[in-house]
């Protein structure tokens, strides 16, 4: 049985990733600080799975602790998910961003060239495009960000890319998520944003419970369908579907790969309003307002590398990515209580 570590296992990818790698049979260690998530998870995970995964509450800011991690346990690979994630937030404090993101990164890899660990999956996002020139969107399209958020995730894939360079005994494996929604079937995991939620479809889940009077359509001028935004949204079980598959991948190849994990679909703010009415039978309210600054008209995914290299594509549609958010949200309307 190969030992997989899973750092920011009790996230919302990462909780998904290991009920999928428990379910495929891996054993699985966590790491998390729980900065973003509780130990609630753990026992959620369980409650799915039958095993309660073994947990470390470390830092990735803290090297010794990664030491011990690896000291302690034979890890086989490590799959990254630890990190900030919120765009506005990133702008305002880009060091505590650079520092986490990226100082807690290289923590990780140290302990892993030390412990002779080379295996990774690291999860990199779709931002690092920019605003792409066409779609769909392939891996060797141009790079470039517009927020720290997204240049921790680029200094990350740079550096990963140097590092197998370097040695090309490591194998790492980049992948680029579109946008994650959706909720495990059971509804005990899912997405728990801290306070007004940022990305589309918690907001309008949190409209759905009366939590928010009505949906903020950021912009209905673009060149798109309807007029508002179209993005690639992935369901978070496929997305976890996709690390089994890279996984696999790093086991029997070596070097860095990039690959775009999202469905090559893409669907409008509206479509998605119109979808999630119908999954949870309620009309959400909505006003179409100016556009937000940085966002870009459209973005989806080129699949066809995904497909090739690691077997993978996704099987959810938008209107089941919509009834397990909802599914969630319904049987968590606060969310999975929080460490603090
Ligand atoms: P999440 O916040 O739910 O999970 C991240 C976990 O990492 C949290 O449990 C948090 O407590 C933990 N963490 C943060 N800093 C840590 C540290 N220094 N030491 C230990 N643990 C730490 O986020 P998520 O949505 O599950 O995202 C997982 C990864 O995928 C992140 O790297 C994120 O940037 C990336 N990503 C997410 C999305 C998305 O839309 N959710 C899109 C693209 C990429
Ligand atoms: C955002 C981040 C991106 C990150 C991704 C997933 C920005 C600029 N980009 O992308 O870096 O990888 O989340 O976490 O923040 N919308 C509304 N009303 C809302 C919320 C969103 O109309 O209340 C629209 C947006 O304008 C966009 C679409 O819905 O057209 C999706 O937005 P969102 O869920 O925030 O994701 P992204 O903007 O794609």
């Not at 966590?30 to 998530?37: A, C, G, P, R, V």
């Not at 991948?249 to 669907?267: D, I, K, R």
């Not at 999630?276 to 008209?297: H, S, V």
């Not at 290299?309 to 968590?332: H, P, T, V």
Request: charged share 20%; net charge negative.
């Amino acid at each position: 049985m190969k030992t997989i570590l899973v750092t920011g296992g009790t996230g919302y990818i990462g909780s998904h990733t290991t009920v999928e790698l428990i379910q495929a049979g891996y054993q699985v260690i966590i790491l998390d600080n729980l900065y973003n998530s509780s130990r609630e998870v753990l026992k959620r995970i369980q409650a799915i799975t039958g095993v309660l995964p073994k947990f470390y509450e470390k830092d990735l800011l803290d090297p010794a602790a990664l030491q011990m991690v690896f000291k302690e346990n034979a890890i086989d690979a490590v799959i990254h998910f630890a990190g900030y994630k919120a765009v506005g937030e990133s702008v305002e404090i880009p060091l505590t961003y650079y520092q986490n993101n990226i100082a807690g990164s290289l923590n990780l890899y140290e302990a892993m060239k030390e412990a002779g660990c080379r295996k990774l999956v690291f999860s990199s996002s779709a931002t690092v495009y920019g605003n792409p020139q066409s779609v769909p969107i392939r891996e060797d399209f141009p790079l470039s960000t517009t927020n720290p958020y997204g240049t921790t995730k680029l200094f990350n894939e740079r550096i990963l890319e140097d590092l197998c360079i370097s040695d090309p005994s490591w194998s790492v494996l980049l992948l680029r998520y579109f946008n994650p929604i959706g909720a495990h079937p059971s509804g005990l995991i899912g997405e728990t944003p801290n306070g007004i939620p940022n990305n589309l479809v918690p907001y309008i889940a949190q409209v759905a419970t009366g939590k928010r009077e009505f949906l903020r359509v950021w912009g209905n001028d673009y060149d798109t369908v309807d007029g508002t935004g179209v993005r690639d949204y992935i369901h978070v079980v496929d997305l976890a579907q996709g690390h089994l598959k890279a996984l696999e991948y790093a086991f029997s190849h070596t070097g860095a790969e990039t690959v775009n994990l999202g469905t090559g679909n893409g669907y409008s703010v509206l479509q998605v309003k119109n979808a999630f009415e119908k999954a949870c039978g309620k009309e959400i309210p909505y006003q179409i307002m100016e556009r937000r600054p940085g966002d870009i008209a459209i973005c989806y995914a080129d699949t066809a590398k995904a497909k090739k290299l690691l077997g993978w594509n996704a099987r959810y549609g938008i209107d089941e990515m919509c009834r397990d958010s909802w599914n969630f949200q319904s049987k968590n309307p606060n969310g999975i209580e929080k460490a603090q």
